[in-house]
């Protein structure tokens, strides 16, 4: 009977482990790529080569959903990509397989040959998240409504501590507040832990609105829902954002999403 006992735990370990194992495996990676530009010129030469020369290598990687994005404000130059990538290898070899990439060499020969004399951006900023639990897969958008009126919000929340990060993390999976988003519609596009970037530890999110009405009504009903005033009086999720911020965005004409 013992033995029985012994076999009847040990398999249950193993599908456990081999549960663990799979959802890790389910769950995506994503990088967040900022470009700071300085002149209209490095702008307008960086968008060239994302359309015609990055994302189509990316394309050709098995990469798809590719997010494109330009802050809402004119006067900031910057250039917001979102990658989405299946495994760590994945991302880790994608600077080898385009360099074999000829096309992509070629399509991108005047930004990636730019002299030192003028250069096509300032600065490359590169953040690389994790999936959370909650939703382990990007989910591409479908809005209605012009597209030059819809609103990409990027949000970064940081916390004072690696526990008090990883207590809102948990909010977010087991405390409810994905599912809270998912139920008022707030059209996630991904949630993710930074794993590495300039603000740890801190998470990132993505959510999309057919335009700025619609983003306000949004904020406004889920601040007001009974289940985040009830969620946010937690003793264990309080005190768990020291500072955000938020990026107020809109897709260019060759985004994916």
Do not use: C
């Amino acid at each position: 009977m013992n033995i029985i006992i012994k076999i009847f735990v040990l398999f249950n370990l193993i599908l456990s482990i081999s549960t663990i194992s799979s959802q890790e495996q389910n769950q995506e990676f994503y990088q967040i790529k900022i470009y700071s530009l300085e002149t209209n010129e490095q702008a307008e030469l960086t968008d060239h080569y994302l359309k015609e020369a990055y994302l189509p290598a990316l394309k050709n990687q098995n990469i798809s959903n590719i997010g494109v994005f330009k802050p809402r404000a004119d006067s900031i130059k910057k250039i917001y990509l979102l990658i989405p990538f299946s495994s760590l290898a994945q991302f880790e070899t994608l600077e080898d397989e385009l360099s074999k990439d000829e096309t992509y060499l070629k399509n991108g020969s005047n930004y990636l040959k730019a002299s030192y004399e003028k250069p096509t951006y300032q600065r490359i900023e590169s953040v690389l998240l994790k999936a959370f639990s909650d939703m382990p897969k990007m989910q591409a958008t479908v809005l209605k409504g012009e597209r030059k009126d819809r609103i990409y919000e990027l949000r970064s929340y940081e916390s004072p501590s690696e526990t008090y990060f990883k207590n809102k993390v948990e909010m977010f999976n087991a405390g409810g507040e994905v599912k809270l988003f998912k139920q008022l519609g707030f059209n996630a596009v991904f949630y993710g832990e930074v794993i590495s970037g300039p603000k740890m530890p801190n998470l990132m999110y993505m959510t999309t609105f057919s335009d700025m009405k619609s983003h306000d009504e949004h904020w406004d009903a889920f601040r007001a829902h009974p289940d985040w005033l009830k969620l946010k009086e937690v003793e264990k999720y309080k005190h768990t954002v020291s500072g955000s911020t938020k990026y107020l965005m809109h897709p260019t004409d060759y985004s994916d999403l």
